[in-house]
C-alpha cells in the first residue's frame, strides 16, 4: 500500500481545520477546494485577491496550480476539475476567464473535465476549486 503525501505550499495558510490543501497517494493527487486568497503573510488574516470575480478565479488558478506542482503534476495532469461559485450570474464570467486562462497554459492534454455547483462560501469569496491529478 502507498503512502500519503501531504502538500501545503508555503504560499498558503494553515487550513482552517484538520486537512491537507493537497494529498497524493501512489499517481493519484487531490487538491483540496481552494479559493481566492492571496498569497499568506505571516500573522495577517487570509486576503482576497481582489472584489471580482476575475481577480479571484485568477488567484484560485494560482493556489491550485502551487498545489499540483508541489505533488509533482501540473494542468496537462488534471482529470476533474470542480468549480464552486456563489452567484448563477457569474457562470458566463467564471467561462470566460476560464477558456482564457487554458488557453494561455497551451495544454498537450486534452482538457479536463468540470463540474460547477452553486454554493456558500465566506463573506467576499466568489468561486471555490478543487482538482483531481493523475500522474503517470
Do not use: C
Not at 470566460?96 to 452553486?118: I, K, N, S
Amino acid at each position: 500500500m502507498s503512502e500519503k503525501t501531504a502538500y501545503v505550499p508555503s504560499t498558503h495558510t494553515t487550513p482552517p481545520a484538520r486537512f491537507s490543501h493537497g494529498v497524493r497517494k501512489g499517481n493519484l493527487l487531490q487538491v483540496a477546494g481552494q479559493v481566492g486568497f492571496l498569497p499568506a503573510v505571516e500573522g495577517q488574516a487570509p486576503t482576497p485577491a481582489g472584489p471580482s470575480l476575475r481577480e479571484q478565479t485568477l488567484q484560485t488558478f494560482a493556489n491550485v496550480r502551487s498545489i499540483l506542482e508541489e505533488g509533482g503534476a501540473g494542468w496537462d495532469d488534471v482529470i476533474m476539475l470542480r468549480v464552486y461559485l456563489t452567484d448563477t450570474a457569474h457562470f458566463a464570467e467564471l467561462n470566460e476567464v476560464y477558456d482564457a486562462y487554458f488557453a494561455e497554459q497551451r495544454l498537450q492534454a486534452p482538457p479536463a473535465a468540470r463540474t460547477t455547483v452553486y454554493v456558500g462560501l465566506p463573506p467576499g469569496l466568489l468561486v471555490e476549486m478543487d482538482a483531481l491529478a493523475v500522474l503517470d
